[in-house]
């Protein structure tokens, strides 16, 4: 048996109050941080959403930049330099290299045009407008479009979904079947409707889809509030007598932010895309304006020969609706505890 | 049951009834007149064209025929092709956006299931990372995108299917598969989010225990339960389809709604307008509702309410 | 030890958690013996392992679970040896399970006659009607009433008492040698509690099965278990008959579960607990894993691990106090107490069995 081994004389002595100290000091405690700090630091360890963060930054600020900053005008018309294909200085890869396969031979299209000191690093579109530079203005409208959109949902939304989910009973009920009513048209078809009334234009086109987009907010917002005003701390809020706007602004905002915030991500793509969709159809924006919608609109007239100019745009929007989603996703599993690891 | 379903049906009518009002006085809001594209006429041109289209009585005499006329399924003479009523225009149209809405619709989600169900089977492998990258592809890429590659790489560059025309079965495999990306991706991101959840829940461990076998467990148990929440994304689909229909119709030049919406869009064409928004929400309404009942049916919690909520 | 009575035998069993912070030492040489018809308790805060010890036995345990070292047999088999698929014949079969919470035990969407039926369809190859009616007479033998009637309800149509009678239907309708019972009665009330535990007492005559109960609830322990083994941070610390362990205790892990355990007699405003929280098996402390929070402890409790003490043929403890050098210390009162009734229960039980050899069981403290 193990009590046979032979052991040092003072090792059956009990131990002081240090060395229980020494103990009791070795357990580590995680650093307690608040939930914006956690869900933050936790978004950072998402790569994918981390990467799209950072896309959509250079992005934003690319698009917005090219107001005071941009390689050609994007409006500027040079009928003489008309469909050149892209050419990127010091990429010698075909398609990049400003050639082109004209009656089965690969030729340089800037020499041909007279341009071989010029480099359109998007190509040049049927009126000789640099590609570039539209596809910046492009994405700048669509980025406005879809924010003050975003903007104004939000703001609908939420209001709408707070006021009925704290209102409650007979309210509630109204309002949730005007939501149903509303969702049983497709957005699309109500946002055709509203604009062909406002007459097509960005203004209409952003009151059109902020007037649609908001219920699936108002309807996030309205369940969340539901759940929150039973809690505890509500309740005490309210025996205190705070006023109910009060109420609304401390408590029930902040623990609704996540809600909101996630939801952001997944509208302004959706809005993007309706712009899109719009302007694809033929009812959104106009020419000289462009968003990306009217820039895929006219790539894809000439996709078969110029497969360029459908190309960037689409590869612009897929970017950017691809980055929003992934935020989107990154930030919901930041923001659910349950994700913690 | 019973009780729910006329509560139901009470709805979807009340719906529909507020859909035709809502759109009637938002027409009559809208500039211009059928006679704004045509050639200058004599003033009892007008007056006899007017007459034809109920045009000279007021506005709620109007509003009351239309609704009667609704009812029936008339909504009136197109102003695009002044010789066809609105709803022969639509009942001949309806057929191709119904076939590639329906084939759209059934290709995606029993795909995505799959896709969706093996990646939570293999969470944390490369097949749970392809269907996460082929979820959010599916659904940043929009369907016109999509239509066009389709229509250049395999229809053009291949050949393997035609490009813009209408005909047999092989004239919808390329707008079947542009509509059908994006409730491919929706279906497979939901089935996997269900079932890690539900393979993590406790009645796995039992039926584990129980000894069923990997298989035993999924098709048993998993499946059933993650598959039975999908049913409330359909309508979302459905709608995604029907505004994809739109630019993807025209992309593939088939004479279905979403393609004639437009035109008479563009046409200004307010008849047809009106006539195709009621049925598009007739369609989603009718869509939400076997949706609800359907979930009633298959989900045990739900029957006995008879409530879905 | 009597091998030729076990049935199950856990040996030198380590199992760590891969994380992303390091391995978790959740089970630190674990040692177990299960013998034919008793109830073996086991008892830890959580945390301590017990869970992760049926998962293991079960071959149910978590991807990221590494099983270092040791052995389980099963009549003699090592199932840590054996491939998923004869796992799978073994589960539900010959060891069944008992979970936690009847709530969330059972799938929602299948009808409860079927899911009783299931592993009779699984194990025995049973048509589904056959299994239905042996199902039905589970129900019968569980204490469902009107279970005709029920047999095509679902789960959500019961309450939670009669769900755990579901799951107990579930776990015994093959007749296993061994049931793992993880805490089956800590979702409930208390009273539907007591119907449980006798309902398994019951069920267990009848059927003369092995269980092995897991539970956080000392209360639970002393009605239902024959021998209990008392584990904290991963290891065992204290196994013995079930009086031996609730009258004469001689780990303080143990004297500090029994103090804090309400009792008839316990006077008094407050219960005392046990200060501090188990260790970070991330990183085990040395020595003594106890030692932290032990107000006995002493200098080879920070330096060594303790040996498993003898105190009688069936009570072991893990202790330096057991230690012949030891200093004598004196429990807390409760325990003296306990002691005290112990040695009376003892000296009565000897009067009574004059006849017989006295077996001097015990060496009473002090």
């Not at chain 2, 279906?187 to 298989?215: C, H, N, P, Q």
């Not at chain 3, 993880?182 to 539907?192: K, R």
Request: charged share 20%; with cysteine.
């Amino acid at each position: 048996m193990a009590d046979t081994v032979k052991l040092p004389e003072d090792s059956f002595k009990p131990i002081t109050a240090d060395d229980r100290a020494a103990l009791d000091s070795e357990k580590i405690a995680a650093p307690s941080l608040t939930f914006t700090q956690d869900a933050w630091r936790r978004l950072k360890k998402n790569r994918g959403a981390w990467i799209s963060l950072i896309i959509l930054g250079i992005i934003f600020i690319m698009a917005f930049g090219s107001l005071f900053f941009s390689p050609h005008n994007p409006n500027a018309v040079n009928p003489s330099y008309a469909n050149l294909p892209s050419k990127i200085p010091g990429v010698n890869i075909n398609g990049f290299n400003g050639t082109l396969v004209q009656a089965g031979e690969r030729v340089d299209a800037y020499k041909q045009a007279g341009a071989s000191s010029l480099h359109y690093i998007m190509g040049t579109d049927y009126l000789g407008r640099d590609l570039f530079s539209r596809v910046l203005y492009g994405t700048r409208i669509s980025l406005i479009i879809a924010l003050v959109a975003t903007l104004f949902d939000l703001t609908i939304g939420v209001t709408y979904g707070l006021f009925s989910g704290w209102k409650g009973g007979r309210v509630d009920t109204i309002m949730q079947r005007i939501i149903e009513i509303i969702l049983s048209i497709p957005n699309l078809v109500v946002i055709v409707l509203l604009i062909l009334i406002l007459k097509p234009g960005m203004t209409s086109i952003i009151i059109a889809i902020a007037l649609t987009s908001w219920v699936n907010m108002a309807r996030l917002v309205r369940a969340q509030t539901l759940e929150i005003k039973e809690q505890e701390y509500v309740l005490a809020a309210r025996t205190l007598g705070e006023s109910s706007l009060k109420i609304a602004f401390k408590h029930l905002l902040p623990n609704l932010s996540s809600v909101i915030i996630i939801n952001t991500m997944f509208t302004i793509p959706s809005a993007i895309f309706f712009e899109a969709t719009l302007s694809y159809i033929g009812i959104g924006i106009s020419s000289p304006q462009a968003s990306l919608g009217t820039l895929l609109n006219d790539g894809q007239k000439n996709f078969q020969f110029l497969p360029y100019q459908m190309w960037w745009p689409a590869l612009i929007l897929c970017i950017i609706m691809l980055a929003f989603n992934l935020l989107g996703d990154g930030l919901r599993d930041a923001f659910d505890p349950r994700t913690k690891e | 049951m019973a009780k729910y379903l006329a509560k139901r049906i009470f709805y979807l009518i009340l719906t529909l009834f507020i859909v035709i009002t809502v759109t009637f006085f938002l027409m009559k809001l809208l500039p211009g007149t059928p006679l704004t594209n045509q050639a200058k006429l004599s003033k009892s041109q007008i007056a006899l064209i007017y007459q034809q289209y109920g045009l000279d009585k007021p506005v709620w005499q109007q509003y009351l025929l239309y609704l009667a006329g609704a009812v029936k399924g008339n909504f009136g003479t197109s102003f695009q092709f002044s010789d066809q009523p609105v709803s022969y225009l639509l009942s001949s149209r309806i057929g191709p956006s119904l076939q590639i809405g329906l084939q759209a619709m059934i290709l995606g989600v029993i795909v995505g299931i799959i896709i969706g169900a093996l990646g939570a089977m293999r969470q944390n492998t490369w097949v749970d990372t392809t269907t996460t990258v082929v979820s959010i592809l599916g659904i940043s890429i929009p369907s016109f995108v999509l239509a066009v590659l389709l229509q250049y790489y395999l229809g053009l560059k291949l050949g393997w299917f035609p490009i813009a025309e209408w005909g047999g079965f092989i004239y919808t495999v390329l707008p079947t598969l542009a509509l059908g990306a994006t409730p491919l991706a929706e279906s497979a991101r939901f089935v996997r989010t269900e079932m890690v959840d539900v393979l993590s829940s406790d009645y796995i461990e039992l039926a584990k225990a129980k000894g069923l076998s990997r298989m035993g467990v999924i098709y048993h148990h998993a499946l059933r339960n993650s598959l039975i929440p999908l049913i409330t994304i359909v309508g979302p689909l459905a709608v995604n389809i029907m505004t994809g229909s739109m630019v993807v119709e025209n992309i593939f030049s088939i004479p279905g709604i979403g393609e004639q919406f437009v035109k008479s869009v563009l046409t200004n064409d307010y008849p047809t307008i009106m006539g195709l928004t009621i049925i598009y929400s007739f369609m989603l309404c009718v869509v939400l509702l076997i949706t609800d009942i359907l979930y009633g049916i298959v989900d045990p919690r739900i029957r006995i309410t008879g409530k879905a909520n | 030890m009597d091998n030729e009575k076990d049935i199950l035998e856990v040996r030198n069993l380590q199992v760590n958690f891969k994380t992303y912070a390091g391995d978790v030492k959740a089970i630190r040489n674990v040692n177990l013996d299960l013998r034919k018809g008793e109830t073996l308790a086991i008892v830890g805060e959580s945390g301590s392992g017990k869970s992760v010890t049926t998962r293991t036995i079960m071959g149910l345990n978590a991807t990221n679970a590494d099983i270092v070292s040791g052995s389980i047999l099963y009549k003699g088999q090592d199932l840590l040896k054996k491939s998923e698929k004869e796992m799978q014949a073994i589960r539900g079969q010959d060891i069944a399970e008992i979970f936690q919470d009847p709530m969330t035990s059972l799938d929602p969407t299948m009808r409860i006659g079927r899911q009783i039926a299931e592993p009779l369809m699984v194990h025995k190859g049973m048509k589904k009607e056959k299994a239905l009616a042996q199902a039905l007479e589970m129900m019968k033998l569980v204490g469902i009433t009107d279970a005709e009637n029920r047999i095509n309800d679902y789960p959500h149509q019961f309450s939670g008492g009669m769900r755990q009678r579901i799951v107990i239907a579930i776990a015994l309708i093959n007749y296993p040698e061994v049931l793992i019972a993880d805490e089956p009665t800590t979702a409930l009330d208390v009273t539907i509690q007591a119907q449980i535990l006798n309902l398994m007492k019951e069920l267990q005559d009848k059927i003369s099965t092995s269980i092995i109960f897991i539970t956080h609830d000392l209360g639970v322990v002393a009605g239902m278990a024959d021998r209990v083994a008392v584990m904290y941070a991963g290891k065992i610390v204290e196994y013995g008959t079930v009086d031996e362990i609730f009258y004469n205790p001689k780990h303080p892990y143990t004297w500090g579960l029994l103090s804090s355990m309400p009792t008839l007699d316990s006077s008094g405003d407050s219960l005392p607990s046990i200060p501090g929280t188990p260790p970070d098996l991330l990183d085990p402390p040395t020595g003594d894993a106890f030692a932290a929070r032990n107000a006995y402890a002493l200098k080879i409790d920070t330096e060594k691990e303790p040996p498993f003490f003898k105190v009688s043929d069936t009570h072991y403890a893990a202790t330096w106090l057991l230690h012949p050098d030891a200093p004598k210390v004196t429990p807390p009162t409760q325990i003296v107490e306990r002691q005290k009734k112990y040695a009376k229960m003892q000296k009565d039980w000897l009067a009574s069995q004059k006849a017989s050899t006295p077996i001097e069981e015990e060496e009473e403290q002090q």
